[in-house]
Each structure stands twice: as C-alpha cells, then as structure tokens.
T-cell receptor
Framework: QKEVEQDPGPLSVPEGAIVSLNCTYS??????FMWYRQYSRKGPELLMY????GNKEDGRFTAQVDKSSKYISLFIRDSQPSDSATYLC???????????FGKGTRLSVIA | KAGVTQTPRYLIKTRGQQVTLSCSPI?????VSWYQQTPGQGLQFLFE???????NKGNFPGRFSGRQFSNSRSEMNVSTLELGDSALYLC?????????FGPGTRLLVL
C-alpha cells in the first residue's frame, strides 16, 4: 500500500461547478498537509497548507483534513477554466522530514 | 522576493553521460530539496540539503548526488545517465514546514 493515494483522474467539470479532490494516506504520523497546483510544464505551486485536522479556507479554495479517517480534501468553488491543472496532495511528519506526494489529479474545467 | 530559480530549463543528453543541474533558493531559505517527477512514479524525493549538509536522502542509486554551497545554492549531479532518468527535476526551497518549488529542469536522455 502506497503511503499516499490519490485518484489520477482525469476529472472534467463544467465552469462554475464545485470540485472535490481527495487523498488518503496510511501514515498516522503525518501532521502537515498541503495542496499544490501544477500547470503543464511548470513547477508545483503551493495552494493550501494545513496543520493537523480541521478546515482552512482561502477564497474559492477550502482544504479539509480528517486525521481519524486519514483523509484530506480540497474543494474548489465556482471553478474556472484557469483552474485546469494537476492538483497534488502532499504531507509530512513533524521535523526535518521530506514531503510525501500523491501522484496528482488532472482537472479540466470546461467553459 | 524572487522565487526559486533552476538552470538549465531543458537538457538533452545521451546514455552514459553525466549532467549537473543548478538551483537557487528563495533568499533567506537555507534548505533545498530535490525531487524527480515522472508520469509513472509522480514526485519522488531525492535529497535535502541544509547549511551545506545532506539532511535527508531518498531511495535513489548513488549515481544521483548533490551538494549545497555556502550561499545556499545547490547542484545535483547524475552520472552514467540511463534512459529511465528522463524526467522533470524539481528543486524546492523550504521555510519551516512549507516548500516552494522552482520551474524544474526537464531532462531527456536519448
């Protein structure tokens, strides 16, 4: 079992839809959870950062962490064609430990 | 503040050659991590340097090596290139628990 599982998609939605992206993980020691957005031929861009369980909102983006279920989500409201990208979840233990990434979900928002 | 910069952006090499990639972190960031990204394996951690010392290492063969200089700039080297080394190599600059990525170097091995 991989440490972090993420459905690769592709996921195609109409403009204005609510998008839900998810990751599950197996390592209960993970405490820091991130979502990155990666456009084609670019490096990943940090979107959301959450420590431990709970919700965090930033504009149209909401990140949720449920440590009891080892499940994290990213919601995108009022999705736009410019949101079309690959979304990567990432997580890590406390301290000087590396990030562990999901394989990414490719999202297309159709105008 | 300028972001993470990586050079070169694109490289074509042949099997058996060696390659050196360069990364300059965000000013003030002392930690630099390197990742390999391929369609099949996703993003995989190579190694992390902090204050010129390797602090973590991923599960890659010894052909992959790196170093960090006193100004926090980092280089990674791949010797005896194999076809499977074709990938996007990403450098990330770290501040506390968050990492900020550069645009990557796309390496094609023929």
């Amino acid at each position: 079992q991989k440490e972090v599982e993420q459905d690769p998609g592709p996921l195609s939605v109409p403009e204005g839809a609510i998008v839900s992206l998810n990751c599950t993980y197996s390592n209960s020691a993970f405490q820091y959870f991130m979502w990155y957005r990666q456009y084609s031929r670019k490096g990943p861009e940090l979107l959301m950062y959450t420590y431990s369980s709970g919700n965090k909102e930033d504009g149209r983006f909401t990140a949720q962490v449920d440590k009891s279920s080892k499940y994290i989500s990213l919601f995108i409201r009022d999705s736009q064609p410019s949101d079309s990208a690959t979304y990567l979840c990432a997580m890590k233990n406390a301290g000087n430990t590396p990030l562990v990434f999901g394989k990414g979900t490719r999202l297309s928002v159709i105008a | 503040k300028a972001g993470v910069t990586q050079t070169p952006r694109y490289l074509i090499k042949t099997r058996g050659q060696q390659v050196t990639l360069s990364c300059s972190p965000i000013s003030g960031h002392r930690s630099v991590s390197w990742y390999q990204q391929t369609p099949g394996q996703g993003l995989q951690f190579l190694f992390e340097y902090f204050s010129e010392t390797q602090r973590n290492k991923g599960n890659f063969p010894g052909r992959f090596s790196g170093r960090q200089f006193s100004n926090s700039r980092s280089e990674m080297n791949v010797s005896t290139l194999e076809l499977g080394d074709s990938a996007l190599y990403l450098c990330a600059s770290r501040l506390e628990e968050t990492q900020y990525f550069g645009p990557g170097t796309r390496l094609l091995v023929l």
